[in-house]
C-alpha cells in the first residue's frame, strides 16, 4: 500500500489559502501562516485615524463613531483570528500522508 497525501489535510490547506486571500481582499494582513495580526485595526483609532482625520471632520460625535468602527473592525478581526487558528490546528493534527487503502484517504467519500 503506497501513502498518499491526505485529502483532508489538503482541503484544510486549500481553505486556509482562502481565508487568507479574502483577508487581503479586506485589507487585512497577516503572518507567514494567514493569522491576522492583532493590529489590524490601528489606523481607525481616534483621534486622527481615518474616521476622524484632519481633513473630514473632528468633535466629539466624530471620536465616539470612530470608536465604534474601531470596536467593530476589531470584532470582525477576531472572527477571522479564531478562525484562521483553527483551520491551523486541525491542520497540525493531521497526518500529511495516509495510506491509500485506508478510510481517511478516500474521505470524504469514505
Do not use: H
Not at 485595526?41 to 483621534?47: G, I, L, N, R, V
Not at 481615518?50 to 470612530?66: E, F, G, P, Q, V
Amino acid at each position: 500500500m503506497a501513502d498518499v497525501d491526505n485529502p483532508r489535510r489538503v482541503a484544510l490547506v486549500k481553505l486556509r489559502e482562502c481565508v487568507a486571500q479574502e483577508l487581503q481582499g479586506l485589507g487585512m494582513q497577516g503572518d507567514e501562516s494567514g493569522i491576522p495580526e492583532s493590529g489590524v485595526a490601528k489606523d481607525a483609532s481616534a483621534s486622527g485615524g481615518y474616521i476622524n482625520a484632519k481633513d473630514t471632520w473632528r468633535s466629539t460625535l466624530a471620536d465616539s463613531m470612530n470608536d465604534e468602527v474601531r470596536s467593530r473592525v476589531a470584532a470582525a478581526t477576531s472572527v477571522f483570528v479564531d478562525l484562521t487558528e483553527s483551520i491551523e490546528t486541525q491542520i497540525a493534527a493531521l497526518p500529511e500522508k495516509v495510506d491509500s487503502e485506508s478510510d481517511e484517504a478516500k474521505w470524504p467519500n469514505r
